[in-house]
């Protein structure tokens, strides 16, 4: 009994069609990473604008100085950062306001994550941060 030679089928072509398959695949992964990496920074940049605001509150000769240079030291943080908060609430722990004390702020912004990620994608996310800074123990306050 003798065997048949078995065909081999033709490959030509193989390595494109995988390349089309997987071109968009990878060009998602891309993206995604992308859109990570965009709601990273605009965490990071929350963090800064609750340091600048506690560090703002912290030189103010009075509570209601401190609270509005705070907020004005957020805002002008993330507007520094790029970031466009849908809504925005920084609160002034003035609580221990006294020399050697300290002041906390809280930022919280709110972002839709299209204009964070400039891919239009839906839903919002709320970014949140709290920072500490000390009152200086040789000024004066009023």
């Not at 490959?11 to 995988?18: C, K, N, Q």
């Not at 605009?42 to 100085?65: E, I, L, N, P």
């Amino acid at each position: 009994m003798t065997t048949r030679p078995q065909r081999r089928r033709s490959e030509d072509g193989s390595a494109t069609t995988e390349l089309v398959l997987l071109t968009p695949v990878l060009v998602l992964m891309l993206l995604f990473v992308v859109a990570l990496g965009r709601l990273a920074s605009a965490r990071s940049d929350v963090d800064a604008a609750a340091r600048d605001a506690a560090r703002a509150a912290s030189d103010a000769r009075s509570v209601s100085t401190a609270r509005r240079d705070g907020e004005s030291a957020a805002r002008a943080s993330l507007r520094e950062g790029g970031v466009t908060c849908r809504t925005l609430n920084v609160a002034i722990d003035s609580n221990d306001f006294r020399a050697d004390g300290t002041v906390t702020a809280h930022v919280s912004c709110r972002v839709a994550l299209g204009d964070l990620t400039q891919l239009g994608l839906p839903g919002q996310r709320t970014i949140s941060s709290t920072f500490t800074a000390p009152v200086d123990r040789y000024r004066g306050l009023s």
